[in-house]
């Protein structure tokens, strides 16, 4: 009889009547091969591998990590209910005890949707690994979190959301930003005044296959992971650097993501992107299954695997070895030194910029300031405004609040004028106003 | 008239059915060693004067395929698999020569490697060697193309006498289980072959010529001719054959827990509407998964001659059975002495129940009376207990669709049946235990050969059609053909209710008030590009479990 070393939970929520339109990526097909392959090598039989039912959230789970505008219900629909849900049934049957590590296979992804929420971006409307994070650390106390994104894309949303919190590492790997949407993630994106450092970006050149990705995975993100020795692992884990994903440009294989599951061995998986739906994603999740569940993955190879073929440049290969020495450095010089030298000392910090829904064709420009802060993550306020006509105030206190920045926050909404909606996010007594 | 016999693995109860009831009943001593002994004396036990001829169906249940697996008495066979990407096949090895050869299939039908002949052929001589003469052939995704399984069949030819394929036996997806299933089936033929051929002469012999059908897993039937197309299917149909017993007995739209106390365990399923619930994927037995439909039932340690013990201050029962109740001669105090204290049980030796429950009494700190009562109704919480746990377990089922998920079916049990030697002592106490109205089947003692007597015939067949690759294919039942761009999920349908019809009919059933359901039906556009390449197509239909209509009985 199979067992598994390690007892893992599955959510597998393909979402067969779903789609955001009949011909886009992200449609109900998506998982349709991947429950084919799992399905018939039969792993849900494995003895220590348990399938659950995911789900759904609640808007208060939604509220933890987003100003929804004007509301939650109108951003999303069902199946963003369920597959962040499969997301926090992953979490709880964790820290429940009733299993060491999960992976939940669901969709629509999430990583793309920031803070703020005004429509879609890049097929992502609510962050789902967020939501999840939200709540290991309201209901389950859970203080460090690491989440490392290896999507193809940039995990800007995350990014966004954890941009000021020094107690959630994000680290993303991705293909440059220069060659692939969202066009952002490079090095210099590094968190905001009150968490330099805590923001991790690699952006891996285009062709990047096994030998590249692992060195990074080896050589960058455990080491900066030991360093910061989070209570939890959160892999974002998008299939789309495989080299038959049509919408991007890298060769990572299944044997790749498999080893990179064992090496980075996180406690809760979530699926992101992965759009070569018949080629790639079938092989993929099993190997991802497999590695989780510490069994042999070796057979799991794509019909047309050939590494030789695959292999990166010389070139390529030293562009990365350099970069991880970079990202090794920056890290080193994480904190307070580096966030002055970045963003100078000042009570207040302001920052503005525009922010385009690429899936719901909405533009939206922020300001947002905020407190500066060495005793927490520090509360900010942002003012946004889309061309729906829609213009809200959003103020955010952090988790574990100092009295002042709490103080801070308070006065914030409670002066909030000249918008259609004002919100107050107040994570240190797990409450959401609006007004 | 038909008659109806459940062999269980102590006792065999047997029915014979007229339009307006049961006309005669018997409960004989299993002879696990005899099966087809076993049979007749049950068969002559409610025949007596009876004209053979007036039989117009025999239905039974064997343990025959379960007592195999579980005593590992299966004959010897070889297995033949081949995999391609995935889990190294080697891990689901089974049977006593088990070889993987190169050859792989992909989800969606298309080869990927060529089967390797000559490692076939290799494999097959080795096999032979051994002196092995059944064997099993089994692909990774054969029930989406049948070709490479097909292809070693047909090399098989000649040299060996018990060949099965993996593609025939299900259309669900699941490489492990149809290899277990395979052996299984390839496993239990001989002996499921000589216990039919035996019953069928013992049967002529007796001047009954009606046709016999075997009670399967799924709580359906199929003919004694049948069956050795797939004799595993017969497994598990002692609980099978009870859930079917209380079907009449259940009322129409609501959901019913249907238990059946026996002696050392409790049977334990749901009813939806009268139709039981099923296994998502298979039969389990004796820790052997397979891809034979069954029923959802449950089996616990607890029953009348469950053992009663205690740790501390605490009262245990079971799990075991060393033996009958103290009242009828067994060594240690049961349920059973309980219930004879409290003179709910009648017949054997009072005193001895009386002090054995004394003594159990004195340890736990109660009177003899009080530890009695104490004693059942603890057990009809454990059974509770068990019986919720199943229900949980059935609303806690994945789900793939959005549908399912916002509209899922949540079962919420309305009402009990109790079956089995103390259902009518126990029915108060249980409906009590969960809160729910409850009460023991009429003719308890023989509810679940009533069952096997009615049980319909039933079967399924998944439909699968690819129009980009042109083909729609139904690999259990060997249909394959050409698919045009326009087929649909209508044409599918109609396909699938059509193959599930004839299936049925071969199996056995009567063409009167057939009833054919669509299981699942899953279409999806397949798109290349941002082009839309084809259909996938994928439908279940299945002929409902449920019983056959026989007059005034039900």
Redesign the interface.
Known sequence: ??KAKSRIGL????????AID??HPE???RL??T???I?????M?IEGIQ????D?VTDQDIQRAHFCVPDESTVTT??HY?SAGGAKTMARELMEGHIEKGFALVRPPGHHAMRVVHGGRGFCNINIEAIMVEYLRSQWGVKRIAIVDTDCHHGDGTQDIYWHDPDVLFISLHQDGRTLYPGSGFMEELGGPNAAGYTVNIPLPPHTSEEGYLYTVENAVMPILDDFKPDLIINSAGQDNHYTD?ITNMNFTAQGYAKLTEILNPHIAVLEGGYSI?AAL??VN?GII?AMAG??Y??????DYNPAVLKESKDTLQYIHKLCDRVMDQWSRRGPELSQKVFGKKEFHERSRSIMYDTDGIYEGQKEILRSCSDCAGSFRIESKSDRDWRIIGVHIPLNACPACKAQGEEWYENASGADKAYLQDRSRDLYLKK | MIIGLDVGGTHTDVVLLGPEGVLARTKEVTDQENLVDTVLRGVDGVLGDIDPGKITRVVLSTTLTTNSVIRNTLTPVGMVVA???????K??AIGSSFHVVKG?L???GAE??ALDKEAVKKAFALIREKGIRAIGLVT??SVRNPSHEEAMEKAAKGLFDTVFCGHRLSGV?????RIASCWLNAGVHDAFFSFSQAVKEAFRARGIIAPVHVLKADGGTFSLDAALECPGETVLSGPSASVMGAIPHSPSAKDVLVLDIGGTTTDMAVLIDKVPVLEP?GAEVG?V?TLFRALKSVSIGLGGDSELTRKGKELLIGPDRKGPALCLGGPVPTPTDAMAVLGLFEGGDRAAAFKGMETLGRDLGMETEAVSRFVLKSLCEKIRDAAFAMVEGIN????????E??EGYVVKPEALLVMGGPAAVLAPGLGEACGLESRAVPDWGVANAIGAALARTTCAVTVLADTQRGFVRAPEEGYSAEAPIAFNMDDAIALAKKLVREKALRLGADAKGLEVEVLEA?E????R????AGR?IRVRAQVKPGLIRNGGVI
């Open positions: 009889m199979l959510v597998f929520f393909p979402a067969f009547d779903w009949p011909s449609r109900e097909e349709l091969y429950q084919d392959q399905f018939e090598e039969g792993l039989d399938e659950f039912k995911p759904l069902s199946s369920v049509p018949e079938p092989y099993a497999l069994l042999d070796s057979h799991v190879l794509e019909p | 995999a391609g990407p995935g889990m190294d096949p891990l689901h792989a992909d989800h969606r990927i490697a990774k995704f997806l699941n490489f492990p289980r994927l820790g998964k806690a089922r994945p789900v793939y669709t959005l549908h998920m916002l899953q999806f556009s397949m798109m590009g941002y082009r839309r996938n």
